[in-house]
């Protein structure tokens, strides 16, 4: 992480430098994947206004751009208090990022993920989703297997053009389609 410092209207003494990354660079361990960030200070021409500098923190993290603000009488006090903003903000990302990723769904056992308790089938409760899907255009077993693997789906139910009943074509776990016509 690079810490690029900007004044406008303000010199910068060896000692302000030093304390404003030092202090920035502390940053850096509430959030590991923090990019470059950019410390902008200006003098603030206000009567209304006890503060006569304004200090502002900007990075990238996690493909967001965070900014922080904070004002002072002095460019070390403004810093510090940007930076106390930027950390709050950083710990808020953070925790948002962490709690996404707690609260992410578990793992399909279609795809490939191990099986919960709850999807064993010797449970007490079922649960059953319903897909309204749309039956399309009457075609042939042939015409449903295409679509079928342009699809991606197992199975496929459709009007069979020959018959006229609704039929159901799947792959098997062996990997050969089966047609279930109504008997």
Do not use: Y
Request: hydrophobic share 30%.
């Amino acid at each position: 992480m690079e810490v690029r410092i900007r004044g406008r209207g303000i010199r910068f003494t060896d000692e302000t430098r030093a304390h404003a990354v030092g202090r920035v660079s502390r940053t850096a361990k509430f959030f590991d994947r923090l990019g470059d960030v950019d410390v902008n200070v200006t003098r603030v021409n206000s009567h209304d206004t006890d503060h006569r500098f304004r200090a502002e923190l900007s990075a990238r993290a996690a493909g967001q751009v965070v900014r922080a603000t904070g004002e002072g009488d002095t460019v070390s006090r403004s810093v510090d208090a940007a930076s106390e903003h930027f950390e709050r903000r950083l710990r808020r990302l953070s925790q948002k990022l962490s709690d996404r990723r707690r609260h992410r769904p578990k793992p399909d056992v279609r795809a490939g993920g191990r099986r919960r308790r709850s999807d064993r089938p010797d449970d007490r409760h079922t649960s059953i989703s319903r897909v309204r899907r749309p039956v399309g255009k009457p075609m042939t077993p042939e015409e449903a297997a295409i679509v079928m693997d342009e699809m991606g789906e197992t199975v496929v139910l459709f009007s069979n053009v020959e018959t006229g009943d609704l039929n159901v074509i799947h792959r098997s776990k062996g990997g050969w389609l089966e047609l279930i016509e109504p008997a």
